[in-house]
């Protein structure tokens, strides 16, 4: 399983950047998850796209309305669109699958199940 991050970088508040996160090596129809974590900070869920009927679901009040998730079955990109960003969207965003189809994306540190991570890319928004 192999998850690949990408989109980020450096914006002025108010702006807007999509993030893709490209999956290979596991079941296309599985869930992908967005998490975040800004310096200092633990890692935080914001968003699932559950993708056999493509519902979408946010974990963090601030990004609902500003951010949509996207992921059509069978597609080896699932985004996130944000817009509106803020000083305190700052962070590095992982993408995740833990190899389920329904969210939320479960984080198992060991055991049986994985939780597959991407590389992160970072978001930078200034004020």
């Known amino acids: 399983v192999q998850l690949q991050a990408s989109g980020g970088g450096l914006v002025q508040s108010g702006g807007s950047l999509t993030l893709s996160c490209e999956a290979s090596g596991l079941d296309l129809d599985y869930a992908i998850g967005w998490f975040r974590q800004a310096p200092g900070k633990e890692r935080e869920p914001i968003s699932c796209?559950?993708?056999?009927?493509?519902?979408?679901?946010y974990y963090i009040d601030s990004a609902k309305g500003r951010f949509t998730i996207s992921g059509a079955r069978g597609q080896n990109t699932v985004s996130l669109e944000m817009k509106d960003l803020r000083p305190e969207d700052t962070a590095v965003y992982y993408c995740?699958?833990?190899?389920?189809?329904?969210?939320?994306?479960?984080?198992?540190?060991?055991?049986?199940?994985?939780?597959?991570w991407g590389n992160g890319t970072q978001v930078t928004v200034s004020s």
């Open positions: 796209v559950r993708r056999t009927d493509g519902s979408g679901y």
């Open positions: 995740a699958t833990d190899e389920t189809f329904g969210c939320p994306i479960t984080i198992h540190t060991s055991g049986v199940w994985r939780t597959y």
